[in-house]
């Protein structure tokens, strides 16, 4: 599987969505405003393995909160799905379980 996949998820038009397994299922979260998502009001924190953003327009941007580093963050694009266990991270290993903060722009 790749790391980018099209839609054809639970992740309707007009909202990005995380999902807590790299294989776009499992637990879900939706969103269709634009904002700063934080996930630890959501029990959600260091739980995503993967993401779709099916809105309309305008990318999504992960971020993961570091201390004394600067935060790694990663912007993904309208129309698609991620296996974040395959994308690079930062500071070593791969994206998978380390977002804590979703921004739709």
């Known amino acids: 599987m790749s790391a980018f996949r099209r839609s054809g998820t639970d992740c309707t038009g007009g909202y990005a969505c995380l999902f807590d397994t790299t294989t776009y299922s499992g637990r879900t979260l939706k969103w269709s ?25 305008n990318g ?27 994308k690079s991270y930062l500071y070593g290993g791969n994206w998978n379980n380390r977002t804590d903060q979703l921004e739709l722009l």
Request: aromatic share 12%; hydrophobic share 40%; glycine share 12%.
């Open 60 to 86: 999504i941007e992960t971020v993961d909160y570091r201390t004394g580093m600067i935060d790694p963050w990663v912007k993904w694009l309208v129309g698609g799905c991620w296996n974040m266990a395959k």
């Open 33 to 57: 405003a634009s904002g700063v998502k934080k996930l630890a009001g959501v029990s959600f924190r260091d739980k995503a393995g993967s993401t779709c953003n099916n809105r309309w327009s």
